[in-house]
Protein backbone atom coordinates (compact mmCIF):
# COMPACT_ATOMS: atom_id res chain seq x y z
CA UNK A 1 0.00 0.00 0.00
CA UNK A 2 1.82 3.44 -0.83
CA UNK A 3 2.15 5.75 2.07
CA UNK A 4 -0.86 7.85 3.49
CA UNK A 5 -0.98 11.54 4.61
CA UNK A 6 -2.75 13.37 7.23
CA UNK A 7 -5.47 14.50 5.09
CA UNK A 8 -5.92 11.12 3.76
CA UNK A 9 -6.42 9.62 7.77
CA UNK A 10 -8.68 12.74 8.21
CA UNK A 11 -10.55 12.15 5.19
CA UNK A 12 -11.20 8.92 6.38
CA UNK A 13 -12.55 9.98 9.92
CA UNK A 14 -15.02 12.83 8.39
CA UNK A 15 -16.04 9.60 5.68
CA UNK A 16 -16.80 7.48 8.35
CA UNK A 17 -18.37 10.35 10.68
CA UNK A 18 -20.30 11.91 8.12
CA UNK A 19 -21.76 8.32 6.90
CA UNK A 20 -22.55 7.47 10.60
CA UNK A 21 -20.22 4.20 10.11
CA UNK A 22 -21.92 1.79 12.45
CA UNK A 23 -23.92 4.37 14.55
CA UNK A 24 -26.68 2.01 14.86
CA UNK A 25 -24.67 -0.25 17.34
CA UNK A 26 -23.88 2.43 19.60
CA UNK A 27 -27.42 4.39 19.60
CA UNK A 28 -31.19 3.43 19.29
CA UNK A 29 -32.48 4.44 15.99
CA UNK A 30 -30.23 7.04 14.67
CA UNK A 31 -30.50 9.79 11.81
CA UNK A 32 -27.85 10.87 9.76
CA UNK A 33 -23.91 11.45 11.00
CA UNK A 34 -22.36 10.82 13.89
CA UNK A 35 -22.22 14.23 16.64
CA UNK A 36 -19.09 14.81 18.92
CA UNK A 37 -21.68 13.94 22.29
CA UNK A 38 -22.23 10.19 20.81
CA UNK A 39 -18.82 9.88 19.40
CA UNK A 40 -17.75 10.50 23.05
CA UNK A 41 -20.19 8.16 24.81
CA UNK A 42 -19.33 5.67 22.22
CA UNK A 43 -15.05 5.97 22.85
CA UNK A 44 -16.29 4.97 26.41
CA UNK A 45 -17.70 2.36 26.10
CA UNK A 46 -15.11 1.08 24.13
CA UNK A 47 -12.73 1.56 27.33
CA UNK A 48 -11.30 5.01 26.03
CA UNK A 49 -12.58 7.93 27.31
CA UNK A 50 -11.76 11.58 25.46
CA UNK A 51 -12.69 14.95 25.69
CA UNK A 52 -15.02 16.70 22.79
CA UNK A 53 -12.23 19.11 22.31
CA UNK A 54 -9.66 15.83 21.77
CA UNK A 55 -12.69 14.52 19.15
CA UNK A 56 -12.72 18.29 17.22
CA UNK A 57 -8.76 17.99 17.15
CA UNK A 58 -9.47 15.13 14.97
CA UNK A 59 -12.22 16.37 12.81
CA UNK A 60 -10.13 19.23 11.90
CA UNK A 61 -7.02 18.12 11.26
CA UNK A 62 -4.97 19.43 14.15
CA UNK A 63 -4.10 16.34 15.82
CA UNK A 64 -3.82 12.54 15.10
CA UNK A 65 -5.21 10.13 18.29
CA UNK A 66 -2.72 8.23 19.89
CA UNK A 67 -2.27 4.76 19.69
CA UNK A 68 -4.83 3.49 22.57
CA UNK A 69 -7.15 5.91 20.99
CA UNK A 70 -6.70 4.73 17.37
CA UNK A 71 -7.24 1.12 18.12
CA UNK A 72 -10.77 2.70 19.98
CA UNK A 73 -11.95 4.61 17.00
CA UNK A 74 -11.76 1.56 14.84
CA UNK A 75 -13.64 -0.58 17.49
CA UNK A 76 -16.31 2.47 17.48
CA UNK A 77 -16.57 2.12 13.76
CA UNK A 78 -15.69 -1.62 12.74
CA UNK A 79 -16.67 -4.45 14.23
CA UNK A 80 -13.45 -5.53 16.30
CA UNK A 81 -11.84 -8.74 14.19
CA UNK A 82 -12.71 -12.07 16.08
CA UNK A 83 -9.90 -14.51 16.19
CA UNK A 84 -8.27 -16.42 13.19
CA UNK A 85 -10.51 -13.41 11.00
CA UNK A 86 -10.09 -11.64 7.88
CA UNK A 87 -9.74 -7.84 9.17
CA UNK A 88 -12.84 -5.53 7.36
CA UNK A 89 -10.85 -3.54 4.62
CA UNK A 90 -12.36 -0.09 5.92
CA UNK A 91 -10.74 -0.89 9.35
CA UNK A 92 -7.54 -1.70 7.92
CA UNK A 93 -7.78 1.17 5.66
CA UNK A 94 -8.39 3.52 8.45
CA UNK A 95 -5.20 1.83 10.37
CA UNK A 96 -3.04 1.97 7.70
CA UNK A 97 -3.55 5.68 7.29
CA UNK A 98 -3.27 6.58 10.76
CA UNK A 99 -0.10 4.02 10.86
CA UNK A 100 1.53 6.09 7.78
CA UNK A 101 1.18 9.81 10.19
CA UNK A 102 3.24 7.65 12.76
CA UNK A 103 6.00 7.31 10.45
CA UNK A 104 9.40 10.19 11.48
CA UNK A 105 8.83 13.17 8.77
CA UNK A 106 12.35 12.69 8.05
CA UNK A 107 11.95 9.56 6.63
CA UNK A 108 8.26 10.22 5.18
CA UNK A 109 10.32 13.26 3.26
CA UNK A 110 12.41 10.97 1.42
CA UNK A 111 9.36 9.46 -0.29
CA UNK A 112 6.76 12.37 -0.06
CA UNK A 113 6.00 14.75 -2.92
CA UNK A 114 6.96 18.73 -1.65
CA UNK A 115 3.82 19.40 -0.19
CA UNK A 116 1.94 22.57 -1.22
CA UNK A 117 2.44 25.96 0.94
CA UNK A 118 -0.75 26.42 3.12
CA UNK A 119 -1.74 29.88 4.73
CA UNK A 120 -0.66 30.69 8.04
CA UNK A 121 -2.73 29.46 10.50
CA UNK A 122 -3.85 32.22 13.29
CA UNK A 123 -2.84 31.38 16.72
CA UNK A 124 -6.37 29.72 18.35
CA UNK A 125 -6.05 31.67 21.58
CA UNK A 126 -6.22 34.66 19.03
CA UNK A 127 -9.54 34.34 17.82
CA UNK A 128 -11.47 32.58 20.96
CA UNK A 129 -15.31 30.89 19.70
CA UNK A 130 -18.31 30.59 21.12
CA UNK A 131 -19.68 27.66 18.97
CA UNK A 132 -23.31 26.26 20.04
CA UNK A 133 -24.34 22.65 21.11
CA UNK A 134 -25.08 21.15 18.38
CA UNK A 135 -28.92 19.96 17.78
CA UNK A 136 -28.46 16.43 17.87
CA UNK A 137 -28.70 14.85 14.42
CA UNK A 138 -30.49 17.96 12.73
CA UNK A 139 -27.79 20.63 13.12
CA UNK A 140 -24.08 21.14 13.86
CA UNK A 141 -21.89 24.45 13.39
CA UNK A 142 -18.69 24.51 14.49
CA UNK A 143 -16.33 27.48 13.53
CA UNK A 144 -12.49 26.67 13.50
CA UNK A 145 -9.52 28.89 13.62
CA UNK A 146 -9.17 31.41 10.72
CA UNK A 147 -6.05 31.13 8.51
CA UNK A 148 -4.59 34.12 7.03
CA UNK A 149 -4.90 34.88 3.35
CA UNK A 150 -2.25 35.56 1.07
CA UNK A 151 -4.01 36.92 -1.76
CA UNK A 152 -6.30 39.65 0.14
CA UNK A 153 -4.26 40.03 3.45
CA UNK A 154 -7.14 39.27 5.48
CA UNK A 155 -8.51 36.24 7.15
CA UNK A 156 -10.07 33.01 5.66
CA UNK A 157 -13.02 32.47 7.79
CA UNK A 158 -13.39 28.61 7.90
CA UNK A 159 -16.14 26.28 9.57
CA UNK A 160 -18.28 23.16 9.91
CA UNK A 161 -22.07 22.73 9.16
CA UNK A 162 -23.74 19.46 8.89
CA UNK A 163 -27.38 18.91 8.55
CA UNK A 164 -29.15 15.94 8.78
CA UNK A 165 -32.55 14.25 10.32
CA UNK A 166 -33.90 14.21 13.72
CA UNK A 167 -35.80 11.39 15.62
CA UNK A 168 -37.66 12.30 18.67
CA UNK A 169 -38.95 9.75 20.72
CA UNK A 170 -40.26 11.85 23.56
CA UNK A 171 -44.02 11.36 21.99
CA UNK A 172 -45.81 8.31 22.15
CA UNK A 173 -45.06 7.82 18.34
CA UNK A 174 -41.22 8.49 16.94
CA UNK A 175 -41.23 11.77 14.88
CA UNK A 176 -38.64 12.49 12.38
CA UNK A 177 -37.75 16.51 12.27
CA UNK A 178 -36.11 17.34 8.50
CA UNK A 179 -35.07 20.09 6.65
CA UNK A 180 -36.11 21.01 3.49
CA UNK A 181 -33.87 21.77 0.71
CA UNK A 182 -33.72 25.53 -0.50
CA UNK A 183 -35.36 26.39 3.21
CA UNK A 184 -31.91 26.57 4.97
CA UNK A 185 -30.34 29.74 5.26
CA UNK A 186 -26.55 30.82 6.38
CA UNK A 187 -26.06 34.33 7.26
CA UNK A 188 -22.27 36.02 8.59
CA UNK A 189 -22.75 39.13 10.43
CA UNK A 190 -19.52 41.19 10.94
CA UNK A 191 -19.09 44.55 11.97
CA UNK A 192 -18.10 47.83 9.78
CA UNK A 193 -14.79 47.68 7.81
CA UNK A 194 -14.73 44.27 8.17
CA UNK A 195 -15.49 42.89 4.49
CA UNK A 196 -17.38 39.55 3.13
CA UNK A 197 -18.33 40.66 -0.18
CA UNK A 198 -17.89 38.50 -2.95
CA UNK A 199 -15.87 36.04 -0.92
CA UNK A 200 -18.67 34.09 0.33
CA UNK A 201 -18.89 30.62 -0.41
CA UNK A 202 -21.38 30.06 -3.52
CA UNK A 203 -20.43 33.77 -4.34
CA UNK A 204 -16.93 34.07 -5.12
CA UNK A 205 -17.28 30.68 -7.12
CA UNK A 206 -20.16 27.60 -7.53
CA UNK A 207 -20.46 25.45 -4.95
CA UNK A 208 -22.80 22.58 -5.02
CA UNK A 209 -24.59 22.84 -1.89
CA UNK A 210 -24.96 26.89 -1.41
CA UNK A 211 -25.86 29.97 -3.59
CA UNK A 212 -26.75 33.44 -3.06
CA UNK A 213 -29.42 34.66 -1.07
CA UNK A 214 -31.01 37.74 0.19
CA UNK A 215 -28.77 38.75 3.21
CA UNK A 216 -26.72 35.25 2.93
CA UNK A 217 -26.48 32.13 1.65
CA UNK A 218 -29.17 29.43 0.75
CA UNK A 219 -28.26 25.48 1.42
CA UNK A 220 -29.19 23.65 -1.38
CA UNK A 221 -27.73 20.34 -0.22
CA UNK A 222 -26.29 18.02 0.09
CA UNK A 223 -29.89 16.17 -0.23
CA UNK A 224 -31.40 13.13 1.06
CA UNK A 225 -34.68 11.62 0.64
CA UNK A 226 -36.92 9.44 1.96
CA UNK A 227 -40.43 7.20 0.49
CA UNK A 228 -43.22 7.54 2.08
CA UNK A 229 -46.48 5.36 2.27
CA UNK A 230 -48.68 7.05 0.03
CA UNK A 231 -45.57 6.96 -2.89
CA UNK A 232 -44.32 10.46 -2.56
CA UNK A 233 -40.87 11.28 -1.68
CA UNK A 234 -39.61 13.47 1.42
CA UNK A 235 -36.73 15.20 0.21
CA UNK A 236 -34.18 16.89 2.61
CA UNK A 237 -30.66 17.98 3.40
CA UNK A 238 -28.20 15.50 4.99
CA UNK A 239 -24.61 16.15 5.06
CA UNK A 240 -21.87 18.52 5.76
CA UNK A 241 -22.53 21.76 3.95
CA UNK A 242 -19.29 23.32 3.65
CA UNK A 243 -17.40 20.51 2.31
CA UNK A 244 -13.92 21.85 3.46
CA UNK A 245 -14.30 25.21 1.42
CA UNK A 246 -13.48 28.07 3.72
CA UNK A 247 -17.20 30.25 4.56
CA UNK A 248 -16.13 33.59 3.04
CA UNK A 249 -12.92 35.83 3.34
CA UNK A 250 -12.59 38.60 6.49
CA UNK A 251 -11.06 41.68 5.23
CA UNK A 252 -10.06 44.79 7.41
CA UNK A 253 -8.79 42.87 10.30
CA UNK A 254 -7.02 45.13 11.75
CA UNK A 255 -4.66 43.59 14.88
CA UNK A 256 -5.19 46.67 16.96
CA UNK A 257 -9.19 46.35 16.77
CA UNK A 258 -11.27 43.68 18.12
CA UNK A 259 -13.52 41.97 15.65
CA UNK A 260 -16.75 40.00 16.21
CA UNK A 261 -18.49 38.12 13.87
CA UNK A 262 -21.63 35.52 13.87
CA UNK A 263 -22.61 33.15 11.52
CA UNK A 264 -26.43 31.93 11.51
CA UNK A 265 -27.96 29.20 10.31
CA UNK A 266 -31.80 29.57 10.17
CA UNK A 267 -34.57 27.76 8.49
CA UNK A 268 -37.24 29.67 6.53
CA UNK A 269 -41.53 29.22 6.58
CA UNK A 270 -42.95 25.72 6.07
CA UNK A 271 -39.02 24.88 5.83
CA UNK A 272 -39.63 21.94 8.43
CA UNK A 273 -40.67 18.38 7.80
CA UNK A 274 -42.43 15.93 10.65
CA UNK A 275 -42.95 12.79 9.84
CA UNK A 276 -44.64 10.20 12.33
CA UNK A 277 -42.26 7.09 11.75
CA UNK A 278 -43.35 3.54 12.89
CA UNK A 279 -41.95 0.66 14.88
CA UNK A 280 -38.88 0.05 12.63
CA UNK A 281 -38.37 3.85 12.05
CA UNK A 282 -39.94 4.03 8.37
CA UNK A 283 -42.44 7.15 7.84
CA UNK A 284 -46.31 5.48 9.53
CA UNK A 285 -48.80 4.19 7.01
CA UNK A 286 -52.37 5.99 7.45
CA UNK A 287 -50.92 9.77 8.62
CA UNK A 288 -52.97 11.96 7.67
CA UNK A 289 -50.89 15.07 5.36
CA UNK A 290 -52.31 18.14 4.77
CA UNK A 291 -50.71 21.53 4.29
CA UNK A 292 -52.72 22.52 6.91
CA UNK A 293 -51.34 20.28 9.69
CA UNK A 294 -47.74 21.35 7.80
CA UNK A 295 -48.31 24.62 8.23
CA UNK A 296 -49.52 24.23 12.22
CA UNK A 297 -46.49 22.06 13.07
CA UNK A 298 -43.87 24.66 11.62
CA UNK A 299 -45.68 27.67 13.51
CA UNK A 300 -45.79 25.53 16.98
CA UNK A 301 -41.44 25.34 15.72
CA UNK A 302 -41.12 28.94 14.80
CA UNK A 303 -43.08 29.89 18.00
CA UNK A 304 -40.34 28.06 20.14
CA UNK A 305 -37.15 29.63 18.20
CA UNK A 306 -35.50 33.42 17.76
CA UNK A 307 -35.86 34.99 14.30
CA UNK A 308 -33.40 36.27 12.15
CA UNK A 309 -33.67 39.58 10.62
CA UNK A 310 -35.53 38.10 7.47
CA UNK A 311 -38.08 36.40 9.66
CA UNK A 312 -36.67 33.18 9.99
CA UNK A 313 -36.07 30.84 12.35
CA UNK A 314 -32.78 30.56 13.92
CA UNK A 315 -31.82 27.29 14.74
CA UNK A 316 -28.02 28.07 15.25
CA UNK A 317 -25.49 30.47 15.75
CA UNK A 318 -21.63 30.78 16.34
CA UNK A 319 -19.64 33.18 16.97
CA UNK A 320 -15.86 33.96 16.63
CA UNK A 321 -13.89 36.89 17.70
CA UNK A 322 -10.32 38.55 17.53
CA UNK A 323 -8.43 39.95 20.31
CA UNK A 324 -7.40 43.44 19.94
CA UNK A 325 -3.67 42.85 19.88
CA UNK A 326 -1.21 45.93 21.51
Given amino acids: MPPTTQADFQALFLKHWDAGTRLSAHKTRPRGCWTTSDF ?17 TWRNGKHTPRRPQMLAILDVFFLAPAD ?12 DAWTAEQTPKAKRARTAPEPTPEPEAERAADWPRENPPAITGLVELSLLTPHADNETGGHRLRGRLVLGAREDDS ?9 RPDHAFITVATP ?22 PGGLRVVGPKASLMQPDGTTLH ?8 GSHLAVLIGTDPAVAVEVSVIVSVGKRGFDVTPLDENGKPAAGTIASEAKHALLNALLFSALPRDDQGRAVVQKATLRRRAME
Fill in 40 to 56: VDAMVKADCEVSEDAVE
Fill in 171 to 179: TDQSLLLTI
Fill in 236 to 243: YIKGEVFD
Fill in 84 to 95: NAVLHVDRQVMF
Fill in 192 to 213: QGVSTDGSLIGVREAHDNVTEA
